[in-house]
Structures are given as structure tokens and as C-alpha cells.
């Protein structure tokens, strides 16, 4: 392995001495996400595999161009799992895409993010040099988490090599309702659920075909998955018919996201407990009221990025409707003092802006 990072550091010195620009790439399941992909192809697919798993210290260290699909069953094995359910989209998503995109699935709202799990990462700057932030424990984290930070950056700030994680065990007990409900009353009854001592763990409200519906997924101990039920009501559902269900919920092949045909799909993220939003049309809704899918066209970004801005969040043009061409700006714009920050970053890992020119915003 030692070989394979020379050999890339060699490339990625050489590219930054000759202005090269780099796109570093995975398993290619996330290309449709973010701005352009620009420069020659830097493939983390040599760097696969699991270094080490300590399932009694809930700890993995692995290499970037492995597949989640590789990572998740070795952790099922053991009776654990990546509790937040990256999205994988296709087959060969990678460890390092979803560290680089910064995505998580439907339990994001109540297990966190990505980067919560993030403990070290290993990665080549643009310089060539080979970096090691973080550990294996949060106690080893001290100052400014540069691990954490290279969540969500696009590969715009280094090659990621491997990755440490914190991984969690599977809940005891699993179960997933169904209320015939508007959005107004799923986001009502959200807000109220929220605040009570109840395991709930998923969401989604959906009202493009028959009567809209909320369905609300619970983890946890027997017990309390059983009393919350009675509580909440609904009707249960199968649990291996569910558990597929969240399956295409997490990887957007449910027929609202199916059908989207040439409209753009917009990610809204916003406060848990904004109202229903003025918007080209109802959303599919999911954590609980924090993230809004939907579906517009070219000409919404303006609308849609107040709206968002009004419910106290931002938009992101996620996916493009077919035929469309590459828009700038993808991601909502940087307030001058973070813009400035992000462009400090930028130019302390990737003096020469190699890597991912313009996958995140326009100019770097």
C-alpha cells in the first residue's frame, strides 16, 4: 500500500508543478452531484479495503476506495452498522464518496451526520504531502478537527486515503408506521413527536400518488418500540417490506424521485419546525421536517433559494433534470466572511487548485 501512495503522491507533485488539473473519483455513484468535473481522472480505486475493525471499540479504519457495500456487510456480520445510512446510488460507491460528498440517509436528523462518525482521516495534499489528522478515539481530536473538515469538501481539499469511523450496533428493535396525514398535520405531528421520549429514528411525507403519507420508521429497545406504537398509532407495516422501502428512500429510487423527468431535484435545507413552504409543488419531506426534496424547473432557483433562506436554511441544486445544461452554482452562495475562509482553506491544502476545480463553486 506504502507503493500505491508514493506512486500517487508522485502524480498529484508533478500535476501541481505543471498546473494539471485533477478530478479524483471513486466509484463514479455521485457525478451528477456538485459543478463540473474537469482534469485528468485520479482514481481512489486502488486504495480499497479494511485496515482494521475493533468491533468492541465500535472502531474502523478503512481505505477510501472501498465500497460501502463491502464496509456495511463486514460490519453486519458483527451485529453493527454506519447508523446514519449513507446513500449509495449505485454499486460502486465508495468509503471516500461519502466522506467527500458529506451525504447522509434518512435516520441523518436523529443518529447525526457523516462527520459525526468521522474520527481520522489519512489524505495527500496538494503538495504531494501524506497527512494524517485524528485517531481512532475522539479523545485523540485536539484543535482544529481537520478530519471532520474534509467532510463534505468534494475532494476540492486533498485525495483521502483512509478513514477512521466510529460505527454503532444494530437497534434491538425496528418498526415503521403509516399515517394517510397532510403535509401541514406530518409536520405538526412531527414537531409534537419530537419532544416526547419516543425512539423515532426516520421520516418521510410524500403526497404525489393516492392519499399523502408520513411514514415514521422507530429503532430501539423492544419495549420502547412497542409502547411507542400503541402511542402513536398508525398502522404497522412489515417490517421486511418497510426496511426495503427505506432502502430506495436512501438511494432516491422511490417513483417521486423517479419521475422527476426533465425537472431539476433541489435539496431545501431548513428548520425542523418551518411550516409547509410555498414552492412549484408539495415536496417529499424527510428528518422530520429538516430536509425538503423538490422538483422545479430551470427557472425556480431564485424562488426557491429565498424560500429556503426565509425557513432559515439554504438550497442546493442537487441533480439535474435530463437534457438540462451544467448551471453555475450548484451550492447556495458563501456570505463574504466564509467565503473568504473557504478560499484561505482551499489555497492551504491545494496551493495550485488542482483538485475538483469547480465542483463545488464556479471559480475553485
Known sequence: MDSIL??????IR??????????IRGGGSKDFYGGRLEGELLETAPLAGIISYEPSELVVTVRAGTTLAELEAALAERGQCLPFEPPHFDVGATVGGMVATGLSGPARASVGAVRDYVLGVTLINGKGELLTFGGQVIKNVAGYDVSRLMV????TLGLIAQISLKVLPMAPAEATLRFEMTQAEALRCLNIWGGQPLPLNASCWVGDAGPPTLCVRLRGARAAVDAACKAMGGERQDNTAAAHDWVMRRN???PWFEQRGERDLWRLSV???APAMDLPEPPLVEWHGAQRWVRAGAGDARRLRDAASRAGGHAT?????????EPEGRFAPLAPPLDRIHRDMKREFDPA???NRGRMYPDF
Do not use: P, V, Y
Open 6 to 11: 508514493d506512486q500517487l503522491g508522485e502524480r
Open 14 to 23: 508533478a500535476a501541481s508543478a505543471a498546473g494539471t488539473q485533477l478530478r
Open 152 to 155: 463534505g469538501a468534494m475532494g
Open 252 to 254: 432516491q429510487r422511490l
Open 271 to 273: 428548520a425542523q419546525t
Open 317 to 325: 441544486l442537487f441533480a439535474l433534470g435530463k437534457h438540462r445544461t
Open 353 to 355: 487548485g488542482i483538485f
